[in-house]
């Protein structure tokens, strides 16, 4: 594959070492996962600041966890299984958390000494947005990318205003194509090197033809897929 095509005219450079599959998994996940963690007006991490990263089994989860380690970041995660904590940490997560049995705010204030985390990188919404709050560093930042447990919640104001908390709300698809192509190019910038040498490749569960399409939905109802289920054309 010499290029992985993000929106119309723009794209992104695939250089030979992942393949077509891979290629085709690439853009949406670590384009998310950049813009929403890394980019000014967004989570725009500073060094030495780290981060809560829900999902952390999922495509966009899986490929935060490698940007957050190439840049040096501390990167906590949320899961939903012992087995897939085993895997974000081998992928280098700093901790791993299972959402069904702990406390994540509880937990992650131990982790860090009470201090919480600068960048929320969040899918759920509604119903995690006072522990996300509860869980931000001074100054932090709440980016949502997703809505899949509501949205509607309500929000303590005061909470905002002594503790400098923003929410963000954020994403890539209804982005023109000119914003995208400046997101292709702030990548390349900040990880271009990974990405062409390798350590940079997202993580595919399972690649099913066309035609399976309703048996990719049903992994992903039942949350067992690690990573990105890849539909081939051909």
């Not at 393949?19 to 000014?40: C, H, I, K, Q, R």
């Not at 990263?53 to 970041?73: F, N, P, S, Y």
């Not at 709440?142 to 929000?155: D, F, P, R, S, Y």
């Given at each position: 594959?010499?290029?992985?095509?993000?929106?119309?005219?723009?794209?992104?450079?695939?250089?030979?070492?992942?393949?077509?599959?891979?290629?085709?998994?690439?853009?949406e996940?670590?384009?998310?996962?950049?813009?929403?963690?890394?980019?000014?007006?967004?989570?725009?991490?500073?060094?030495?600041?780290?981060?809560?990263?829900?999902?952390?089994?999922?495509?966009?989860?899986?490929?935060?966890?490698?940007?957050?380690?190439?840049?040096?970041?501390?990167?906590?995660?949320?899961?939903?299984?012992a087995?897939?904590?085993?895997?974000?940490?081998?992928?280098?997560?700093?901790?791993?958390?299972?959402?069904?049995?702990?406390?994540?705010?509880?937990?992650?204030?131990?982790?860090?000494?009470?201090?919480?985390?600068?960048?929320?990188l969040d899918?759920i919404?509604?119903?995690?947005?006072a522990?996300?709050?509860?869980?931000?560093?001074?100054?932090?930042?709440?980016?949502?990318?997703?809505?899949m447990?509501?949205?509607?919640?309500?929000?303590?104001l005061?909470?905002?205003?002594?503790?400098?908390?923003?929410?963000?709300?954020?994403?890539?698809?209804?982005?023109?194509?000119?914003?995208?192509?400046?997101?292709?190019?702030?990548?390349?910038?900040?990880?271009?090197?990974?990405?062409?040498?390798?350590?940079?490749?997202?993580?595919?569960?399972?690649?099913?033809?066309?035609?399976?399409?309703?048996?990719?939905?049903?992994?992903?109802?039942?949350?067992?897929?690690?990573?990105?289920?890849?539909?081939?054309?051909t």
């Amino acid at each position: 594959a010499e290029e992985a095509v993000v929106h119309h005219g723009s794209v992104l450079p695939a250089p030979a070492t992942l393949s077509d599959e891979e290629a085709g998994a690439f853009a949406e996940v670590f384009l998310t996962a950049y813009s929403n963690l890394f980019m000014p007006r967004l989570g725009a991490l500073a060094p030495g600041e780290s981060a809560l990263v829900h999902g952390g089994g999922g495509g966009v989860g899986t490929a935060a966890i490698m940007l957050l380690r190439e840049a040096g970041h501390r990167c906590y995660v949320t899961v939903g299984s012992a087995d897939k904590a085993r895997r974000c940490l081998a992928l280098g997560a700093t901790a791993a958390i299972d959402y069904a049995n702990e406390d994540f705010p509880a937990r992650l204030r131990a982790l860090t000494g009470g201090h919480g985390v600068e960048v929320i990188l969040d899918h759920i919404g509604g119903a995690y947005l006072a522990q996300n709050l509860a869980t931000l560093a001074t100054g932090g930042r709440l980016v949502e990318i997703g809505l899949m447990g509501g949205a509607k919640a309500e929000v303590n104001l005061g909470l905002l205003l002594t503790r400098r908390l923003s929410v963000i709300g954020s994403t890539l698809r209804t982005r023109s194509v000119e914003e995208k192509a400046a997101i292709v190019r702030g990548f390349l910038d900040r990880f271009g090197e990974a990405l062409r040498g390798g350590r940079l490749r997202p993580v595919i569960h399972a690649v099913l033809g066309l035609a399976e399409a309703a048996e990719a939905h049903r992994l992903m109802k039942r949350s067992e897929h690690f990573g990105k289920i890849v539909l081939r054309v051909t």
